[in-house]
């Protein structure tokens, strides 16, 4: 399938479609009737999942498929009520009010609104303007830009991750997530997660087989604590792919210690073999010398690279 092109609605843009993004059925058809009611009003929709599932992802993919245009909100910077909407700063010698992108998207019909990490502000009244806009009214008064109503046919999605793990969040308030249909995503299962490593990264099936080999013996190791996502799958995939060993790949994408890898490592090792090229027993490295010359040299740049 072509990717199609992105293209852009005044300063808003239409995301490009990823052409290998899988979900679960269900979840295509919750999406299908959630752009059903779009049509009638605006509608809300939360997702919440593990850290790297796809939440983020899931919402381009949305507005992509159904021709939408789409706007990104970080919610952690948001330290007090109307940051979303504008400031005041200093312009010419005099304090004038600018004006920020979210008022012009939640007036652009069947626009796409994404709030990101909406359980992570600064300060927790910061999301108090949010309820209005997210419940039947629809609108919200501020001094600066008088009443401002959303479009019809606009989607807010919000997409937080909620646990103990994630350092920086609360639970989302009970009376906006009152306001929101939800939507629960998890990791793929084994094979359509080796489908798309295969198809986004260019690693060959073996490849795939010792990725995902080695990523459930993280994901189920007890001994350890390590929360191993898709995007960090695909990140072993694209270092794999371009000539790095699994032990490699594993080092540079994985956020962990040194000992716990190590552990991991020796026991990939032993149990499959999978790190017998360029694998070392104490997990030293050899040292080389880093410059220009020796990587022309060897071939690791071209001669136009080394100018």
Known sequence: MKAVAAQTIDDLMIPREDPYYYIAEETMNILEKVHRISKRHPVNVLVAGRQGCGKSSL??????????????????????????????????????????????????????????????????????????????????????????????????FATLNEGEEFIG????????????????????????????????????????????????????????????????????????????????AIITSLQTSKETLESLLLTLHMEKGYMEKGYREKGESEYVLFVRDVLLKHGLVSSVQAL
């Open 59 to 156: 919402v381009r993919q949305y507005a992509a498929v159904y021709r939408k245009p789409m706007a990104t909100f970080q919610v952690g910077i948001l330290s007090e009520p109307g940051q979303l909407f504008g400031e005041y700063a200093l312009e010419g010698g005099e304090t004038k009010y600018k004006q920020f992108l979210f008022p012009q998207a939640i007036r652009t019909p069947n626009c796409v609104i994404h709030l990101e990490e909406i359980n992570r502000p600064e300060h927790p009244k910061a999301l108090n303007m949010l309820f209005s806009l997210l419940s039947d009214d629809r609108q919200v008064w501020m001094d600066e830009l008088g009443v401002l109503n959303v479009a019809e046919g606009v989607v807010f």
């Open 169 to 248: 969040t609360e639970l989302l308030d009970a009376a906006l997530r009152d306001r929101f249909y939800i939507l629960l995503m998890d990791y793929l299962p084994n094979e359509v997660e080796r489908e798309v490593l295969i198809k986004k990264t260019g690693v060959d099936e073996e490849q795939a087989d010792q990725i995902i080999d080695a990523i459930n013996g993280l994901r189920s190791n007890p001994e350890i604590s390590i929360e191993v996502s898709t995007r960090t799958t695909l990140m072993v995939g694209e270092m794999a792919a371009v000539g790095a060993t699994l032990r490699e």
